[in-house]
């Protein structure tokens, strides 16, 4: 049966000024997008000026990851990266028809898995007391789903969607999941962190996932929209795998979304990364982020 493919063009530019001379400074970069058989990337090209050196290679978490050192004195850094990515159209519910059933709540792991999937059953390190308040918000969605597995995440996605405001710039990258819970408030990054801590609390592998989201450049959007860097989650479900969930916008993520990178949380999955060596100097940071969609329609052919 013939399945269509979404080309998606991303012209990523991230513009560092300082208002002093920086010595030299060293670059983490997740730029170029994940290569499997979900999408593929056809084409990937980095920029960086002044120029640097750079070395590419595949992180712990299998990550295409690009390390730049600056040598030379600058004040202003510009890192531009363009990709081709083409998005296999895999139906998100397709697990639905699978023969197996995903198991109910609570979870029960054999000691290798545990061992394997650890990084992504350990909450972030809050008080007690709102780890408490949070475990007891997720299994509020457990009880109303009578421990059903896939309804209960299905609920919280819709949830954080429809519950939760959008608002840019009202947290930062130190906002805890307890803030985002009691503010009823924030951004993607926030939404997806929200959604880790309560599936982790409940014994579910959660992971952060960066990349970017198409959605026609409507500016108008009050949501996630193509003009920023986007991030939603990845819940390992048995039987099935590394399932996408986008809180932000309330669905599935399929032929809109691309992945860059994946990790524990945030820091591991950040596009841009540094450090700075000299005199402390203030920064000034900008970002413009399109995601177009190439006008030729590819068609491939499952075998």
Request: net charge neutral; glycine share 4%.
């Amino acid at each position: 049966m013939p399945r269509s493919i979404r080309r998606l063009r991303v012209r990523h530019t991230t513009r560092y000024a300082y208002d002093r001379t920086i010595a030299r400074s060293t670059h983490r970069l997740h730029l170029r997008p994940i290569d499997d058989w979900k999408q593929t990337v056809v084409a990937h090209q980095l920029k960086i000026s002044p120029r640097a050196a750079e070395v590419e290679y595949e992180d712990v978490f299998g990550n295409w990851t690009t390390r730049i050192e600056v040598n030379k004195p600058y004040k202003q850094l510009t890192i531009t990266a363009e990709s081709v990515v083409e998005v296999l159209d895999v139906d998100p519910f397709a697990f639905a028809k699978l023969p197996i059933r995903p198991p109910s709540i609570p979870l029960v792991w054999m000691p290798w898995e545990r061992t394997m999937l650890a990084p992504y059953l350990m909450p972030d390190e809050l008080p007690e007391s709102e780890l408490r308040e949070l475990f007891d918000y997720a299994m509020g969605f457990v009880k109303r789903n009578k421990g059903d597995l896939m309804e209960t995440l299905f609920d919280i996605n819709l949830t954080l969607f429809r519950q939760y405001q959008y608002v840019r710039g009202c947290t930062t990258v130190d906002t805890s999941a307890y803030d985002v819970m009691i503010q009823r408030r924030g951004v993607c990054q926030d939404f997806a962190n929200l959604f880790i801590t309560m599936a982790r609390l409940l014994g579910i592998p959660a992971r952060y996932v960066c990349g970017y989201i198409f959605t026609g450049n409507n500016r108008n959007n009050g949501r996630a929209t193509s003009d920023a860097s986007h991030a939603w989650v990845q819940l390992y479900i048995p039987n099935i795998g590394w399932k996408g969930f986008d809180p932000t916008n309330g669905v599935l993520p399929e032929v809109n979304h691309i992945r860059v990178a994946v990790g524990r949380h945030y820091l591991d999955a950040t596009p841009t990364a540094g450090t700075l060596f000299g005199p402390a100097a203030e920064e000034t940071l900008s970002l413009e982020v399109e995601v177009t969609e190439e006008p030729r329609v590819v068609v491939a052919h499952a075998s």
